[in-house]
């Protein structure tokens, strides 16, 4: 039987959570002198992530915190990178580093990101925050499945007992999200590259979270009835009459709509929430290094 299905307005949700933020920076303000500074990294010419860099760096002035943004070249060594890394660590006015990923062949993003002091480390990619977030420990969690769970929440409730399953097993996305489902109650799932029989898998999911990066992955007929679905994926694809691309989920949205109980669109579903969870990062990660007297008042 067809069903209503919810389009989940990440867009929204994102604005408010930006709204917070914003006074909670503010607050921050008031009571020390702190203003929170997030610090970008774009090594190369990747367009996509030049595109994205800039939007973190413009929607963190806008609710008015600081930020300053690197560009370097792309033959950039990893030594160069590592010395700029611990110049911002040390330097007491910056409360989050970003480094865009991914980097280019000649930089190891593991040591890169080893790097980072876990404070600043608003992506949550070092070590400690990853085992942190692993051993249910209160670290800094990754944006992406940050905001997935915030609408997840924001759309069901308590997610204990339910089945969830998580497609892709990267360390942005993938992992991290289903640490969070398992850290919520949830049954989890992980799919991958080498999953033999996705349809089947993707039926028993209550709820179902893509993180491929594969347009069109998903049927629509594959879905449980009165799954909630959260599309991760930003594919650009050419437009169907030929003219210029458009950018798409991993699922099928027309597909779904019917059959799903609630969907995030692309754009405008997980993507902006990722933005406004960096943020937000951001500001925790000042208010902690301003509570432990780590950081300095702005001049
Ligand atoms: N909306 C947002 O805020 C964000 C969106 N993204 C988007 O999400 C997607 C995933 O990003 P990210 O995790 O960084 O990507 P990665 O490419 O690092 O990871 C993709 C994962 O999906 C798996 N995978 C790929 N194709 C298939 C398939 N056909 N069937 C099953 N599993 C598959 C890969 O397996 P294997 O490695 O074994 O090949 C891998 O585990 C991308 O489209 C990206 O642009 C990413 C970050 C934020
Ligand atoms: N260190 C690091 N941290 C990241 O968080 C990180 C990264 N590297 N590398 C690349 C991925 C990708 N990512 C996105 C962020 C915002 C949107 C976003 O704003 N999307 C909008 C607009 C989409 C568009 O128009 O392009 C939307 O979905 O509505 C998308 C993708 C963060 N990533
Ligand atoms: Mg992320």
Redesign the pocket.
């Known amino acids: 039987m067809p069903v209503d299905t919810r389009i989940i307005d990440?867009?929204l949700r994102a604005e408010t959570l930006s709204r917070e933020v914003a006074a909670g920076a503010e607050r921050l303000r008031g009571a020390t002198g702190v203003v929170p500074k997030l610090v970008t990294i774009l090594v190369g010419e990747d367009p996509?992530?030049k595109?994205?860099v800039r939007?973190?760096a413009e929607h963190a002035r806008a609710i008015g915190m600081r930020s300053v943004s690197h560009h370097l070249d792309a033959d950039l060594s990893e030594a160069a990178l590592l010395a700029l890394i611990a110049a911002l660590n040390a330097d007491r006015e910056v409360h989050g580093i970003?480094?865009?990923?991914?980097l280019p062949p000649q930089i190891d993003r593991v040591r890169v990101l080893a790097a980072i002091d876990p404070a600043k480390d608003i992506?949550g990619?070092h070590p400690m925050n990853v085992g942190l977030l692993a051993s249910d420990g209160d670290g800094i969690v990754?944006?992406?499945p940050r905001g997935c769970m915030m609408l997840l929440e924001a759309e069901l409730g308590s997610l204990q007992g339910l089945n969830a399953l998580v497609v892709g097993c990267s360390n942005?996305v993938g992992r991290p999200m289903a640490q969070l489902l398992l850290r919520a109650g949830c049954t989890v799932s992980i799919a991958h590259i080498h999953t033999r029989d996705l349809p089947t898998l993707v039926a028993t999911a209550d709820l179902l979270v893509s993180a491929a990066g594969a347009p069109g992955l998903i049927r629509g007929g594959w879905l449980k009835p009165g799954a909630t679905v959260i599309d991760v994926g930003?594919n650009?694809v050419p437009k169907p009459d030929g003219d210029g691309t458009r950018?798409v989920g991993d699922v099928r949205f027309d597909e779904a709509l019917g059959r799903a109980a609630a969907i995030t669109?692309?754009?405008?579903?997980?993507?902006?929430m990722?933005?406004a969870c960096?943020l937000d990062n951001v500001l925790r990660s000042a208010e902690r290094l301003a509570a432990e007297g780590r950081c300095a008042a702005a001049a």
Not at 98 to 102: A, E, N, T
């Open positions: 990440g867009r996509a992530s595109i994205y939007r973190k970003l480094v865009q990923l991914p992506d990619f990754p944006c992406t942005i930003i650009r950018i669109p692309v754009p405008g579903g997980v993507g902006p990722t933005i960096l």
